[in-house]
């Protein structure tokens, strides 16, 4: 892992809902949460607009509960220095999953990324959910398309890294290190705090 510069947390959430707003699992909810905004808002964000800044930052609280201490970002820390960075493939495997059912049973409990794409191309399925989105997304990543970073937090740099956004391109990834670029850019949080939160 290199740290290169922090960046605000305005960036961050924006980062995040352009993700997430290319998700076929959460763009309806953030569609719905948009409103009659404009699409741009999310696609071409204008981080130095604090009006638009304010908009994203509410869409987050009210789809994935940022800032509000529910859903995903229940007992998530209010204090967390954002950094971008550069993980090499070594490091990449050893990012986890968040401690949630789904993915750990994917993972067969170790909440690695890596485990959990020996099973899938073993056509291991869990819960009832379809494999394919990580199939469609690797197919993506050999054509050449550029995905959104992914954002990762921890307590510190010697702790665990763990997926805030981006499990299901995490997996897709390493579906085939080939494609792994030897270094990815990402987005990672730091905040000792993190040891509270439930899905760390």
């Known amino acids: 892992m290199k740290i290169v510069s922090q960046v605000q947390e305005d960036e961050v959430i924006a980062e995040f809902l352009f993700a997430e707003v290319n998700s076929d699992r959460f763009k309806e909810g953030i569609l719905h949460a948009l409103g009659d905004h404009d699409l741009n808002l999310l696609i071409k964000p204008n981080l130095n607009d604090q009006a638009e800044n304010q908009i994203r930052r509410d869409i987050l609280g009210q789809t994935r509960g940022f800032g509000r201490n529910t859903d995903m970002f229940e007992n998530f ?27 750990n049973e994917l993972s067969s409990n170790t909440r690695l990324p890596l485990q959990a794409s020996k099973n899938i191309m073993n056509q291991i399925e869990v819960f009832g959910i379809s494999n394919q989105g990580f199939l469609d997304i690797n197919l993506a990543l050999k054509n050449g398309k550029v995905f959104p970073r992914l954002i990762f937090v921890s307590m510190n740099e010697n702790s665990r890294v763990v997926v805030l956004e981006g499990h299901a391109r995490l997996t897709a990834y390493h579906l085939d290190n080939d494609y792994i670029p030897d270094e990815l850019e990402v987005i990672i949080g730091f905040s000792d705090e993190f040891s509270v939160w439930d899905l760390y």
């Open 77 to 103: 820390p209010t204090e967390v220095k954002w950094y971008k960075a550069f993980f090499e493939k070594q490091d990449l495997n050893e990012v986890m999953y968040i401690n949630y059912s789904y993915w």
